[in-house]
């Protein structure tokens, strides 16, 4: 009669070990699923963050490329204002670059200018300080076109170097604080 225990002992273990053991695995799972989702999360701002980067980086650089062509427009036509050469700084010894003129406010390069100033801000917000700096120098390099202290090659040097700083900056997807490389 000792040993008369042992079974319904044995089976309130087993049961309490079985019903321990299922919540348990509930809880785990519901972490689990917690931290998927969360990370699912994450991921996702991170995607769409790298396609609003793309749509504004595309848009300045299309707006930097039309600006660059009404700059192009108003040096090969001759209608720039001739500048003041005593208030400009002199141009470094053996420069081959020469002033050649300044704009007037309402020509359609100065509207460019101006639509490319907007989109700026965006850039900067969205890019950061190394991407707004490159943003920065393309607008200085098209404006230094029209006033003849950078020439095309310049402005398209410069383009290029934003354009891949910008692809760069758009292809990184940022999660966690860490940086990835996007492989699509």
């Not at 720039?80 to 010894?93: F, G, H, N, Q, R």
């Not at 020439?151 to 292809?171: C, F, I, K, P, Y």
């Not at 999660?175 to 490389?181: A, E, I, K």
Request: hydrophobic share 45%; net charge negative; charged share 20%.
């Amino acid at each position: 009669m000792a040993w008369e225990w042992l079974g319904p002992v044995t089976t309130a273990v087993v049961g309490v070990a079985g019903v321990a053991g299922t919540v348990w695995t509930a809880h785990a799972g519901r972490r689990h699923q917690l931290e998927a989702m969360k990370a699912q999360g994450t991921i996702g701002v991170a995607v769409a963050l790298a396609a609003e980067k793309r749509m504004v980086y595309a848009r300045f650089l299309q707006l930097a490329r039309a600006a660059f062509e009404e700059a192009s427009v108003l040096v090969f036509d001759g209608t720039a204002l001739p500048m003041d050469e005593a208030s400009l700084p002199p141009l470094p010894p053996g420069s081959k670059l020469e002033y050649t003129g300044r704009y007037e406010a309402g020509t359609p390069f100065a509207l460019a200018m101006a639509e490319l100033n907007k989109c700026y801000d965006e850039v900067v917000i969205v890019g950061g300080h190394e991407v707004g700096t490159d943003a920065s120098a393309a607008m200085s390099a098209i404006s230094g076109y029209v006033s003849g202290t950078v020439d095309v090659w310049g402005v398209h040097r410069t383009l290029g170097d934003l354009s891949t700083a910008m692809h760069e900056d758009a292809n990184r997807v940022r999660v966690n604080g860490s940086s990835s490389r996007r492989t699509a």
